[in-house]
């Protein structure tokens, strides 16, 4: 999440202008199929992906986490597990080290991609799909099995929506945040406490940026991200993001301090979101505090 917040604003505007249809088209992910190449057990390769998601701290080395768990892909190609997590490390690499917006596109991308195929592993979901179904009409068919897919994916999408559209980009595409919405309203069903309060986390962006005429509010958003971090106490992401996005639109530079202190303070490897993630997040917490000394 390292858009500026005038790009969320920008972004939760254009949700009331739904006369355009979207123009950005993706792929569908269950369009393309891995083979299988390798002879390799699966378990072993899983393992030494793991062993590099522990350290990874620097885009090489992410990129070849990316890389590890495709060779997983290799060995079974519908590996729902890396096909998830290929998904997960394309969106850290589009918001942590891209900085040109085609590489974020790519990456964005990319992360949709594999999330689709994750997704597509449940077969009555990808039944519906491959009958001409929006993914937003077969969400009833995916389930708890898939929800990290399901996350990541809406989180790829707002990604690529507020960093690497033009202001009436995000007007003629107001569609990926409608659909996006309803894919948060599905994960709310089956597991509301999804990635540490995911849901409630993005609702509080929402509330942020969103006018107060449609219904923004900074005391709901105070509200979402308490309820994020009482959900999940141990995830960074939660202090990081409310102090980047509400403590520093409000001025309250006091809980600003206290939230980033906090995540810097962390030990990455014993926190709850993956240590590359956590990285990542204590390397900006710490930018924004040496940005007001």
Request: with cysteine.
């Amino acid at each position: 999440m390292k858009n500026t917040l005038k790009c969320l604003i920008q972004l939760i505007t254009a949700i009331g202008i739904v006369g355009f249809s979207s123009c950005v088209t993706f792929k569908p992910g269950w369009s393309t199929s891995e083979m299988k190449e390798s002879r390799m057990e699966t378990k072993q390769l899983i393992a030494e992906a793991q062993l590099l998601e522990n350290n990874a701290s620097s885009s090489e080395e992410v990129e070849l986490l990316i890389a590890s768990f495709k060779e997983v892909l290799k060995a079974d190609p519908q590996n729902y597990y890396a096909l998830w997590k290929i998904g997960n490390y394309h969106i850290l690499m589009g918001a942590a080290y891209a900085e040109k917006k085609k590489d974020k596109k790519y990456h964005y991308r990319e992360a949709i991609k594999y999330c689709e195929k994750a997704m597509a592993t449940n077969t009555n979901f990808k039944t519906e799909v491959l009958n001409g179904k929006d993914i937003t009409e077969a969400l009833d068919k995916l389930t708890i099995d898939q929800i990290d897919a399901m996350g990541y994916w809406y989180t790829a999408r707002f990604y690529y929506f507020s960093e690497c559209l033009a202001p009436l980009g995000r007007v003629m595409n107001t569609r990926i945040v409608i659909d996006n919405n309803k894919m948060i309203e599905r994960i709310d069903e089956i597991d509301r406490t999804w990635a540490g309060g995911g849901n409630y986390f993005s609702r509080g962006l929402y509330y942020i940026a969103i006018p107060e005429r449609f219904g923004g509010s900074k005391e709901r958003a105070d509200q979402e991200f308490s309820e994020a971090v009482q959900i999940g106490p141990n995830y960074l992401v939660n202090r990081w993001g409310r102090a980047k996005y509400l403590y520093h639109l409000m001025g309250d530079q006091e809980n600003f301090k206290a939230d980033l202190e906090w995540v810097v303070s962390q030990d990455p490897h014993k926190a709850d979101n993956p240590y590359p993630w956590n990285v990542y997040f204590q390397q900006d917490a710490k930018q924004m505090l040496a940005d007001i000394q």
